[in-house]
């Protein structure tokens, strides 16, 4: 028995509109098995869940830090240096400071920020080299602040959002800039805080 036009019209057109959900269906409950879904496009490492930093612990010039100038209000880039300030860790605030220069006219939406044990050797030169690095020190209550900072060991560039939560990290002895920067234009083009 021979199908009439309509018949052959209105199956195409019921496969034409059922087809991409159920082949949709069938990919994403098979995402795993079909290696799909496992990358993301962000450079860094998300920090799931966020975590809220509280900056109890920390001085600026002296004074207790205050949260609304070190780790909220704009997109933090923390990196906490290690006891002896060498040439890595210099080189790791110089790219906290290329980062923030390179986001061109978006640069007053981000700050950075080096913490430190104590007061570096070097703090004039670091201040007169970074002039928009906030410059901080531990005091004795620092232990609560350092714990809330995850991978110390890689010695990572933190990423704190405007609302003071810690979410991405950079990683390994240098971490490519070019990749840091695709992610913060990323950032700075999506995100209406900060």
């Known amino acids: 028995m021979a199908m009439t036009s309509e018949k052959k019209t209105l199956l195409l057109m019921i ?5 991409p959900i159920v082949i949709g269906t069938v990919m994403f409950l098979n995402a795993d ?3 799909m879904g496992g990358e993301t496009v962000n450079y860094g490492k998300l920090i799931t869940p966020p975590v809220s930093i509280s900056v109890e612990g920390l001085q600026v010039n002296g004074k207790a830090a205050d949260q609304e100038t ?3 209000k704009k997109w933090t880039l923390l990196y ?3 006891d002896n300030c060498d040439d890595k860790c210099t080189a790791r605030i110089d790219l906290l400071k290329r980062l923030r220069l390179l986001t061109n006219e978006k640069m007053r939406r981000v700050r950075t920020v080096a913490v430190f044990p104590e007061m570096p050797e070097n703090a004039e030169k670091l201040a007169f080299e970074n002039p928009d690095l906030v410059i901080s020190v531990k005091d004795g209550a620092a232990q609560a602040f350092v714990s809330q900072f995850p991978h110390q060991e890689e ?10 939560n810690l979410m991405m990290y950079y990683a390994g002895d240098m971490p490519d ?12 083009k999506y995100s209406h805080i900060g």
Do not use: E
């Open 15 to 19: 496969f034409v509109f059922v087809a």
């Open 80 to 82: 906490l240096a290690p």
């Open 33 to 35: 098995k079909l290696k």
């Open 70 to 72: 070190t780790a909220r």
């Open 177 to 188: 800039i070019k990749r840091m920067l695709n992610d913060f234009k990323r950032i700075l």
């Open 155 to 164: 010695r990572p560039v933190y990423v704190i959002d405007p609302l003071g």
